[in-house]
């Protein structure tokens, strides 16, 4: 009787894409250019709340260079991590909605993003070359 392969790491990155997507989370293949090794997928959780996925086949594990991209992204507080298999990308994405239904990652409420035509004074101060040292 023939062994069953482990499966691709496309059909392990498709099944967790498409439970991402039953989630209302948008889902982007993340690509930077002059950059690689970046994480495989970016989600995007229904309240705004951001994460990377390195999806690997079943078995394998990332490479030194995503594994330091990874702890970069985590060093700016980003939600990141890997799998390979399909059970722990959906847990990585349930996460994901857990803590955008929670608000920011310090408990609080973002901030409402201002509407069309308010004034925004960061912006403003940022191109007139304020606070540039």
């Not at 970046?38 to 229904?46: L, T």
């Not at 970069?72 to 959906?90: A, E, F, R, Y």
């Not at 857990?98 to 409420?109: F, I, W």
Request: positive net charge.
């Amino acid at each position: 009787m023939p062994t069953k392969k482990p499966p691709l790491e496309k059909d392990i990155e498709k099944k967790i894409c498409d439970y991402a997507r039953s989630l209302n989370v948008l889902v982007y293949k993340f690509t930077s250019p002059n950059q690689r090794a970046v994480p495989d997928r970016m989600f995007i959780a229904p309240g705004g709340r951001i994460g990377f996925l390195e999806i690997k086949r079943t078995g394998c594990a990332p490479t030194k260079l995503q594994a330091k991209e990874m702890a970069k992204l985590k060093q700016q507080g980003c939600t990141v991590s890997w799998v390979d298999n399909v059970p722990d990308g959906k847990a990585f994405v349930a996460e994901l909605v857990v803590q955008s239904q929670r608000g920011t990652p310090n408990g609080e409420t973002p901030s409402p993003l201002p509407q069309a035509g308010e004034h925004v004074s960061f912006v403003s101060s940022v191109w007139a070359g304020e606070g540039w040292d």
